[in-house]
């Protein structure tokens, strides 16, 4: 295989992880639409099914780390982009000079917050709360970043048409706070 069909299949098998991921961060955040923002109230009423979602969600930010670490790589391998002493803001920087991402500083802080997320074990049911709304506010954006993605390598034609079946874009649109986080 040569360099270039290999760049190709890292691409295609890169961007099938990451539409599987995000379809996981939104069927894990779209458990929350009646409920975003939840405030601490509502989470300590949370039911069984709620809780594996919360816990679902979280697991699920690896979307993160996926786009990151692989898609974004892999995409700028396929533009001929060097990589390989390239930090991950860099490499997050050069998807946005390269039309696949709108917002790296978004993307960057969503990187922060899914450390935090994934990092810190709270049992106060307030701050519970806050790390949930802080998941589904990154959630959404996530899933639009790899829908940018998505969208940058089906435009720039980087993978051939029949790899991409069954890879469309990810719905996931949380509706506007109907009611807003209790304050600590």
């Known amino acids: 295989m040569s360099p270039a069909e ?3 299949e890292s ?5 099938a992880d990451a539409h599987q991921a995000a379809v996981d961060v939104a069927t894990a955040a779209g458990v929350f639409v009646a409920d975003y923002v939840v405030t601490p109230t509502e989470y300590a009423g949370f ?11 979280f697991h699920r930010m690896s979307l993160v780390s996926v786009m990151q670490d692989r898609l974004f790589r892999s995409i700028a391998v396929v533009e001929q982009e060097e990589v390989d002493r390239i930090s991950r803001r860099d490499l997050t920087e050069l998807m946005a000079k390269l039309g696949a991402l709108s917002d790296a500083a978004r993307f960057s802080e969503s990187a922060i917050a899914r450390n935090i997320l994934a990092h810190t074990y709270l049992s106060h049911v307030d701050d519970r ?7 589904l506010r990154n959630a959404v954006f996530l899933v639009q970043a790899f829908n940018e993605a998505l969208d940058f390598v089906v ?12 890879l469309d874009p990810v719905p996931l649109s949380l509706p506007e706070a109907s009611h807003s986080v209790q304050p600590k």
Not at 47 to 57: H, I, R
Not at 129 to 135: G, T
Request: avoid cysteine; hydrophobic fraction near 45%.
């Open 11 to 15: 691409l295609h098998s890169a961007l």
């Open 129 to 135: 709360a806050e790390r949930l709304n802080e998941a």
């Open 155 to 166: 435009r720039r034609r980087l993978l051939p048409v029949q790899p991409l079946t069954g």
């Open 47 to 57: 039911g069984t099914e709620k809780l594996f979602a919360v816990d679902a969600l």
């Open 6 to 8: 290999s760049a190709v």
